[in-house]
């Protein structure tokens, strides 16, 4: 067996031998179900506890309007003094009080309108209590100014533009989300990739060096090989951690929904109903129609390949970064320094994913960060989805191989010199003359 | 006999730093071989150069009259000074990827060392970690898997460190029994009694340069100074040593007498034979005492390095 398999070798193994790796790999989508089930239990715990507001209505204008929701009740109170509803308010233990004035003109009535509360109202019931005041306010003064509402409501337009390219693709605001969903979960992956198991790589550098085995490896392999056989074998380790996490988490999901799927069924058959009315009216059906058009309309082949090739030569990027780092420092404690130069462009770059990308696809900063080696795995796994020319793609695809390549010369510099270096934090200036040696 | 390993005037910079100054060695076969020099003197560098961890500016290395190649590396077992295993693997787990790394086959790997560690009495370590060992039983692994493949030139940096004197007595043993056997040791250390007790051929490095090398014999007769301890009971012992000060350069000495003799270094001038001295002596006196003090490797060491500072 050659060096380079004997290294992936022991590195795979004794990653995925280890204890904590273990522990990690199989406890993690249980913390995330577990996680995701109390979020759930706690809203739902949230949303089932019943509020009761007051009403007091001098005006007598309004408070027909509100009525009961499943966590609101409205109680009207009448012939009482503003003081004697706050008591009776605060002693029937409700959660507040509205309070309208006597007014007559609509105008001034509407800024005199106040909620009185034990503790300050949270913010969505006062803007749910303003929409509807707001509404029934203006139906009330457009009925005053004489306007015919029935004439307004019939008059009503509702406007969904069909959109289509040039070359009579056709998609639509769903296909946007789709690809976004798609764009943006390869973009994250490779992102979180790279951090997990590109500090494990460091880790696992610095490990032999603190050990100080790496004179008694190198003495038997290239310091390049020992470098490759480490950034691959904790790939595969990182990839097949990546793969129990889905096959878990996706036993997971059907024994939760196996469990509670039932209970929902039985409980809820009325919203059952609802679902499937939705489901034949026909804008719903179109939606969904939507949706599976956007699937279909996704460039698939493209999509894989490019995931691959942007996801190992971005991956491979960073982590001969991060070997080359774990190689110039004795401890992790000195790896900060040269860590920010490595996290920046990856922050960068998927915030240049979230807000530019979903923006504008291809406009300036989505396409030029989609070139800048250091930012374009991400941004361009983001843009994909959208349909990138394929000269764009293999142009970056370029300029990032060519920047891998030199990268990798330059960990291994880097690497080569800096494993047998002991003692003393290096400066980027003494990094620079490594180079030279 | 012919050499092993010969470097022919390797330099190596680091940055303004001269690491190693055009230094030639040859190590014959089946000698040991003694690197010395103090701290930072460029000892590493010169065996990082041949392990092919390190490449050379100038100059160029041969093994075997061949010019050192990759393959050359399954030739070669090294004990570097900084060492280390491992700490959560299990020993014979590490010891078999190190061995394969030099190119044994799995089986053959597993044959070896389970002779050697039979032999170094370990056997019921396979299946520990590191970590619960002493430093000195990671030293014996780390030994075995040096010599495991039976490499015609092992290298030792400062192998006696890390352990005790029962240990490093049967370490020095196995040396000697590998010489036997037909390998030829580089051997680097500070420690000049081992260097006495093993080494056939030195080479002395000091600030990059070779200073001083060859047989460790022909150094010391070329080190000699013709100075002679001598003791003798006399009468009058400060009247004695006024006289002999007339005619002989002398030294007092370290060495006490057993009984209160005159103790004292005597340096012969030329055409002077010890047959005279002694003659002269024992006319003197009760002669109890007479050695020819024959350079240590530590005194050649300490000459040679403030010589060339």
């Avoid at chain 2, 005790?164 to 580089?186: C, F, H, M, R, Y």
């Avoid at chain 2, 005597?266 to 002077?272: A, E, F, M, V």
Wanted: aromatic share 8%; glycine share 6%; hydrophobic share 45%.
């Amino acid at each position: 067996m050659n060096h380079l398999a004997l290294i992936i070798q022991r590195e795979y193994l004794t990653k995925v031998k280890n204890k904590s790796f273990i522990i990690m790999t199989i406890l993690s989508p249980l913390i995330m179900m577990a996680l995701v089930a109390l979020v759930a239990y706690l809203s739902q715990l949230n949303n089932t506890k019943e509020r009761t507001i007051s009403i007091l209505d001098k005006s007598a204008l309004v408070q027909e309007v509100f009525e009961d929701t499943e966590t609101t009740k409205f109680v009207v109170l009448e012939g009482m003094s503003l003081k004697e509803a706050k008591i009776a308010s605060k002693e029937s233990n409700y959660y507040g009080l509205l309070f309208i004035e006597d007014v007559n003109d609509i105008d001034t009535l509407s800024t005199r309108i106040k909620f009185f509360s034990e503790e300050p109202a949270s913010l969505s019931i006062i803007s749910d209590l303003e929409n509807k005041l707001e509404e029934e306010l203006t139906n009330l003064k457009m009925q005053e100014e004489g306007i015919d509402l029935v004439k307004i409501d019939a008059s009503k337009v509702r406007v969904n533009i069909g959109q289509e390219s040039f070359v009579g693709e056709k998609t639509s605001k769903v296909d946007s989300v789709v690809k976004l969903i798609f764009g943006g979960l390869a973009g994250y992956l490779l992102f979180m990739f790279i951090i997990i198991y590109g500090n494990m790589i460091m880790r696992s550098v610095i490990e032999e060096k603190t050990s100080r085995i790496i004179e008694v490896i190198i003495s038997s392999v290239k310091p390049m090989q020992l470098m490759l056989g480490k950034i691959i074998g904790t790939s595969l380790a990182g990839i097949t951690q990546f793969v129990i996490w889905i096959i878990l988490g996706a036993v997971l999901m059907t024994g939760m929904s196996m469990i509670f799927g039932v209970e929902l069924t039985q409980s809820n058959a009325a919203q059952q109903e609802l679902i499937k009315q939705a489901m034949e009216s026909p804008e719903v059906s179109m939606e969904i129609q939507n949706v599976l058009m956007a699937f279909y309309n996704l460039p698939i082949a493209n999509l894989i390949m490019a995931f691959i090739l942007f996801f190992v030569s971005g991956y491979l990027l960073y982590s001969s970064l991060y070997a080359a780092i774990g190689a110039a420092v004795d401890n992790e404690t000195d790896t900060q320094q040269f860590m920010l130069p490595i996290l920046m462009p990856l922050i960068l770059a998927v915030y240049i994913g979230i807000f530019t990308v979903i923006e504008d696809p291809h406009g300036t900063v989505s396409t030029v960060f989609s070139f800048i080696p250091l930012t374009s795995p991400v941004v361009m796994l983001m843009r994909i989805p959208f349909g990138v020319p394929v000269w764009q793609q293999l142009l970056s695809l370029g300029i990032l191989i060519g920047t891998f390549m030199l990268t990798v010369w330059f960990a291994a510099k880097v690497y080569r010199v800096g494993i047998l270096m002991y003692g003393k934090k290096p400066s980027y200036k003494e990094l620079y003359k490594w180079l030279k040696y | 006999m012919g050499s092993l390993l010969e470097a022919h005037a390797v330099s190596k910079k680091f940055g303004e730093h001269t690491a190693l100054n055009k230094v030639s060695i040859a190590v014959p076969k089946g000698s040991i071989f003694g690197l010395l020099g103090p701290n930072g003197a460029g000892k590493t560098t010169l065996i990082r150069i041949i392990n092919q961890i390190t490449m050379p500016d100038t100059g160029h290395v041969t093994l075997d009259g061949q010019a050192l190649q990759p393959h050359h590396i399954k030739d070669i077992g090294y004990l570097p000074e900084e060492r280390g295993l491992y700490k959560s693997m299990k020993v014979g787990e590490q010891a078999m990827y190190l061995a394969r790394l030099k190119g044994l086959s799995k089986s053959e790997a597993k044959e070896r060392l389970l002779y050697w560690f039979d032999r170094l009495e370990i056997g019921d370590w396979w299946h520990k970690k590191i970590q619960e060992l002493s430093k000195g039983m990671a030293q014996k692994v780390q030994f075995i898997v040096t010599v495991l493949h039976s490499p015609k030139l092992l290298i030792f940096d400062e192998p006696f460190s890390g352990f005790d004197p029962i240990n490093a007595n049967l370490i020095k043993d196995e040396i000697l029994n590998l010489k036997a056997q037909g390998a030829t040791v580089i051997f680097s250390t500070h420690r000049m009694e081992s260097v006495e007790e093993l080494c056939d051929h030195i080479a002395l490095i000091h600030k990059s340069n070779k200073v001083l090398d060859g047989k460790l014999t022909d150094i010391k007769r070329q080190y000699r100074s013709h100075t002679y301890e001598v003791g003798i009971r006399a009468h009058n012992h400060d009247a004695l040593q006024n006289e002999l000060a007339q005619k002989f350069e002398v030294t007092p000495t370290n060495f006490k007498s057993l009984e209160n003799d005159l103790m004292l270094n005597i340096k012969l001038s030329n055409g002077t034979t010890p047959n005279d001295l002694l003659g002269y002596l024992s006319n003197k006196g009760q002669v109890s005492h007479f050695v020819e003090l024959i350079p240590s490797a530590n005194d050649i060491f300490i000459e040679a390095v403030k010589k060339n500072s």
